[in-house]
């Protein structure tokens, strides 16, 4: 049997800086010497860890992928891996969010390279949008129009991940809060004015928000909030609370509903958010995809199924 490869994806985007040689030096460290063969790559552009992940799950040999940087580049490498039986991805983060392994019992693990090496697997759900994946929450509406513009604000001297969600928040707030939409859930319609569409397969977002903690990584189902027209007024508690994970102390306000597809219909074209990456569009639609995603961690931790 051939040793397992190991392929580390590093994006120089990811975070405040560029961290391609710290990196490097920690991977060499560890990986120089053993007997499994490695490799580092580094992408150019917005796409390239697509390409890269592709790349080496084609090879057709076992092989692991280390997405190095935040969870934007962790699903740019989940939407080149999915569906290749013998690839499996991790997180070794680098980015200002790291949302993602929030999951997990201990998201600190995920920063040993060590322990990374030492790993367990699981196969997680994954949610398909057009022609595109994410592993963790998707959202539209004022969440969406805040989260796709967090990365104008982390660049920011001295804000991190939970700062710059909360100047989005704010800007977001002053333009407007709830717009109309059209919602099918399953076989369940919903009408009227919306403030945000959360749509999860994982638990963790914008830096520190919990809002579904019940959701699981592999029930095979996607946990919906709908929070309906609030007022300015009112929009900080409402926000507060669903950030914690407390929607249901907002019954007349929050909806939540487990199902296997959603679609949106906005009247006009409006951002979306996939994992923190923005895409576009008028109609949107949700689904549990086809393809699953094998993920490994750090011996010994729990993840929340």
């Known amino acids: 049997m051939s040793p397992v490869r190991h392929v580390f994806i590093i994006n120089p985007a990811a975070g405040k800086r560029d961290r391609t040689e710290e990196y490097s030096a920690k991977i060499r460290a560890e990986l120089e010497g053993r007997a499994e063969p490695f490799e580092i790559c580094v992408s150019a552009q917005k796409g390239d860890c697509t390409r890269l992940a592709r790349k080496a799950a084609e090879q057709g040999d076992e092989v692991r992928i280390y997405a190095c940087g935040g969870d934007g580049t962790l699903n740019e490498v989940v939407n080149g891996a999915a569906g290749y039986a013998n690839a499996a991805i991790t997180c070794f983060p680098g980015g200002s969010g790291n949302d993602f392994v929030k999951c997990f019992s201990e998201p600190e693990a995920f920063r040993s390279l060590e322990r990374l090496l030492d790993a367990e697997t699981a196969e997680f759900d994954l949610i398909r949008c057009g022609d595109r994946l994410a592993i963790n929450i998707c959202s539209i509406g004022l969440d969406a129009r805040i989260g796709t513009e967090v990365s104008t604000y982390k660049r920011l001297p001295?804000?991190?991940?939970?700062?710059?969600?909360?100047?989005?928040?704010?800007?977001?707030?002053?333009?407007?809060?709830?717009?109309?939409?059209?919602?099918?859930?399953?076989?369940?319609?919903?009408?009227?004015?919306?403030?945000?569409?959360?749509?999860?397969?994982?638990?963790?977002?914008?830096?520190?928000?919990?809002?579904?903690?019940?959701?699981?990584?592999?029930?095979?189902?996607?946990?919906?909030?709908?929070?309906?027209?609030?007022?300015?007024?009112?929009?900080?508690?409402?926000?507060?609370?669903?950030?914690?994970?407390?929607?249901?102390?907002?019954?007349k306000l929050v909806t939540f509903r487990r199902c296997k597809n959603v679609k949106i219909t906005c009247e006009t074209e409006e951002p979306v958010n996939l994992d923190g990456e923005e895409v576009r569009g008028t109609e949107v639609s949700f689904s549990v995809a086809e393809e699953k995603i094998r993920f490994f961690y750090p011996r010994g931790l729990i993840y929340e199924a």
């Open 158 to 251: 001295f804000v991190g991940g939970t700062g710059a969600y909360i100047l989005s928040t704010i800007v977001n707030i002053i333009r407007g809060i709830h717009r109309p939409y059209r919602v099918q859930l399953d076989d369940e319609a919903f009408e009227g004015r919306k403030s945000l569409i959360c749509v999860a397969n994982g638990r963790h977002y914008g830096g520190g928000f919990h809002p579904v903690p019940g959701a699981s990584l592999d029930d095979g189902l996607l946990d919906v909030l709908l929070v309906t027209k609030v007022s300015r007024l009112i929009v900080p508690i409402v926000i507060g609370k669903y950030a914690a994970g407390r929607y249901a102390e907002l019954p």
